[in-house]
């Protein structure tokens, strides 16, 4: 069964791309190379409050004339300037959310004594696409007697709401449309290598988006044993 993580920690940061690391043994793989942080807490809630607890970070120096008077306003209330990006972290307890402060900065070691993570980004967007593409269709036969429209998804008559009535399709029916730009988890990505005097993370694997894409780096939310006894040794 899946292990909850007992306590929550997340910073944000930016995508960079991606490269090869090297071991020791000479052995290499594949990372992708994350900027991450430094955050501002720039609020704390609590269920006191807001009914709940979490604590809020924020990224990234904006110039205060494309920002707005009510963000500059929010932002200055934790001695910052205006920031780009605010996430909210959902807490378990009060009593985590309590340990942060307003004007706090959160820097990359916050990270350090995880094995793993979970990365939130926003996909690629790949526009309009058809069923082949998005859902993989086989499409239709190409043989003779068929009309040129060997990429169309076939029939969808008998999806109606009211068979041989109704026009109306029902939801969730796959059918072209929009692909890709919608936000994605990567869960229990390894954490290769953190460098914490120039605020860098290497992570193995891909992770969703294109580079300088924002990214929500948090405490997995569920690990599998093999990965739990890992974490556990840290």
């Given at each position: 069964?899946?292990?909850?993580?007992?306590?929550?920690?997340?910073?944000?940061?930016?995508?960079?791309?991606?490269?090869r690391?090297?071991?020791p043994?000479?052995t290499?793989?594949?990372?992708t190379?994350?900027?991450?942080?430094?955050?501002?807490?720039?609020?704390?809630?609590?269920?006191?409050?807001?009914?709940?607890?979490a604590?809020?970070l924020?990224?990234d120096?904006?110039?205060?004339?494309?920002?707005?008077?009510?963000?500059?306003?929010?932002?200055?209330?934790?001695?910052?300037?205006?920031?780009?990006q605010?996430?909210?972290?959902?807490?378990?307890s009060?009593?985590?959310?309590?340990?942060f402060t307003v004007?706090?900065?959160?820097?990359?070691?916050?990270?350090?004594?995880?094995?793993?993570?979970d990365?939130?980004?926003?996909?690629k967007?790949?526009g309009?696409?058809g069923?082949?593409k998005r859902?993989?269709?086989k499409?239709q036969?190409a043989?003779?007697g068929?009309?040129?429209?060997?990429?169309s998804p076939g029939?969808?008559?008998s999806?109606?709401?009211?068979?041989?009535?109704g026009?109306k399709i029902?939801?969730?029916?796959?059918?072209?449309?929009r692909?890709?730009?919608?936000?994605?988890?990567?869960?229990?990505l390894?954490?290769?290598?953190?460098?914490?005097?120039n605020?860098i993370l290497?992570v193995k694997?891909?992770?969703?988006?294109?580079?300088?894409?924002i990214?929500f780096?948090k405490?997995?939310?569920?690990l599998y044993?093999?990965?739990?006894?890992?974490?556990a040794?840290?």
């Amino acid at each position: 069964m899946p292990h909850t993580a007992p306590g929550k920690t997340g910073i944000l940061g930016k995508k960079i791309g991606m490269t090869r690391f090297f071991k020791p043994d000479g052995t290499n793989i594949p990372v992708t190379v994350i900027l991450a942080g430094p955050c501002v807490v720039t609020q704390v809630k609590t269920t006191a409050s807001d009914g709940y607890s979490a604590v809020q970070l924020a990224f990234d120096d904006m110039k205060a004339r494309t920002s707005t008077q009510a963000m500059i306003g929010h932002d200055a209330k934790a001695g910052s300037a205006p920031k780009r990006q605010h996430r909210e972290l959902r807490l378990a307890s009060d009593a985590e959310a309590e340990a942060f402060t307003v004007g706090q900065e959160v820097k990359i070691d916050t990270l350090a004594a995880l094995k793993f993570v979970d990365i939130i980004g926003i996909s690629k967007g790949k526009g309009f696409a058809g069923v082949m593409k998005r859902y993989r269709f086989k499409g239709q036969i190409a043989t003779h007697g068929v009309e040129r429209k060997h990429r169309s998804p076939g029939s969808i008559g008998s999806h109606g709401t009211d068979r041989g009535h109704g026009a109306k399709i029902k939801k969730g029916k796959r059918m072209a449309g929009r692909m890709g730009d919608e936000q994605v988890t990567i869960r229990s990505l390894d954490v290769v290598k953190i460098d914490v005097e120039n605020n860098i993370l290497l992570v193995k694997g891909a992770v969703p988006g294109a580079s300088n894409g924002i990214l929500f780096i948090k405490t997995p939310g569920r690990l599998y044993k093999r990965k739990v006894r890992i974490q556990a040794s840290a």
